[in-house]
């Protein structure tokens, strides 16, 4: 394949991480005529990462870590819209969720003779907290949790200044964590499809009643041939199978209270335009589950005697 054709399906993606099977995918639903040489569907997917891994390894970037691979182009530079007057237009930036309090559209416009910087910041960070759910193109696999465990032993912990914007990473993490959820109710809803049960509700519980219950999702579950109650947290990230993740003291309680009516959704992996969710299940009690440490402690003054 040409790489002319390649280039422009990273383009189309903000040039974010893709896997081969996800630039596949985007040819394949383009209804792309492959050659007669490589047969099969088989064959197709192995043009791909073929040319991604070896032919165009020189102008792509690769992400070794992940599994599978990802890739990205090399110097890749999104074009910023010009406007009358010496302004630089950043146009139509939006988040497309399906819940309540999402963002409007915004053109943002900031005039380049001084405040070429502050172009820059806001491009950043209007490209960090962009992230869409493609739910009509939307994939799901499930992988087997990881059987090494991801704990790293902290020998010394440093005190390392940093500045932090704890508002903006927490509306990025609430961004996150509810296209995650949006997407595992999607998940519910067409397995209980699957097996002719549309009759069995899926209720986004953190959405309806709030975020305190201990639990984002009350779904079902198949235990031979019935089927029963289940509670489902969702935790999400752009990160890779082994990233850990934050629970409160509520979720672990309440995972022991209901034992393996509990599951935990790990999504990771996420992209910006969320075509594919990556995830696997964790069932009951968390503690059993997960060497936890503590990251943050309530204070409350002593007695002064």
Partial sequence: MKFKYLKPVFENNEN????????????DK??????????GLQGHKDIIARDLSQRYK???EVDKSSRPQKYRLKNFNSDIKNNKDNYEVIDEISIDLDIDNKPEIQDIMIKTESNEKNLEEAKKEITEDEFQLDVKNLLFEEYNRPLKGNRKDIKKRRNTPRNTDYEKMAKRNKIKGDLGEKAVIIMEENKLKSCGREDLNVQWVSKDKGDGLGYDIESWKKLGKEFVKCFIEVKTTTGDINTPFDISDKEIFVSKELGDKYLIYRLFGIEKVIRKINYYIIEGDVESQFDLEP???KAYLKKLT
């Fill in 30 to 39: 383009d209804g792309y005529k492959w050659s007669k040489n490589a047969k």
């Fill in 16 to 27: 974010e991480w893709m896997t081969s099977i996800e630039v596949f995918n985007y040819f």
């Fill in 58 to 60: 020189s102008k792509l």
């Fill in 295 to 297: 990251t943050s402690f």
